[in-house]
């Protein structure tokens, strides 16, 4: 990838937005369209990964970015534990389970990873 000059060069913020997308697409069908708190919840819970990714870069600081980093970290957690449940009330097939949960996982790695790449810049300066 070449140089990063705005949140969208990010492939984790692209990977975000594929995510909430796949989920809005998902909330669509019956019966989690009629469940309107949990439909709510893992959408507003996986649009945050994104809104965070892009909130913090654009602070401008590393710090901050870290920081967003992590609150994006965590909403990915939240989107797991969301699915697990959705699963369990047979809202989702098991194929739609696994596919959200490996990117979440797969995200969430690639998150951690920019988070110690920019912790470490902090160390040699």
């Given at each position: 990838?070449?140089?990063?000059?705005?949140?969208?060069?990010?492939?984790?913020?692209?990977?975000?937005?594929?995510?909430?997308?796949?989920?809005?697409?998902?909330?669509?069908?019956?019966?989690?369209?009629?469940?309107?708190?949990?439909?709510?919840?893992?959408?507003?819970?996986?649009?945050?990964?994104?809104?965070?990714?892009?909130e913090g870069y654009?602070?401008?600081?590393?710090?901050?970015?870290?920081?967003?980093?992590?609150?994006?970290?965590?909403?990915?957690?939240?989107?797991?534990?969301?699915?697990?449940?959705?699963?369990?009330?047979?809202y989702i097939n098991?194929?739609?389970?696994?596919?959200?949960?490996?990117?979440?996982?797969?995200?969430?790695?690639?998150?951690?990873?920019?988070?110690?790449?920019?912790?470490?810049?902090?160390?040699?300066?």
């Amino acid at each position: 990838m070449g140089k990063i000059n705005r949140f969208e060069d990010l492939e984790i913020w692209e990977k975000a937005i594929d995510l909430t997308v796949y989920i809005y697409k998902l909330t669509f069908n019956e019966p989690l369209s009629k469940d309107y708190s949990l439909k709510d919840q893992i959408r507003r819970a996986a649009s945050s990964v994104s809104n965070n990714i892009a909130e913090g870069y654009e602070y401008g600081s590393n710090n901050q970015f870290i920081r967003f980093l992590r609150i994006a970290k965590g909403s990915l957690g939240e989107v797991r534990s969301q699915i697990i449940v959705l699963e369990r009330l047979n809202y989702i097939n098991k194929n739609d389970f696994s596919k959200i949960y490996e990117e979440c996982v797969i995200l969430s790695k690639q998150i951690a990873k920019l988070i110690n790449y920019l912790e470490n810049l902090k160390k040699v300066k």
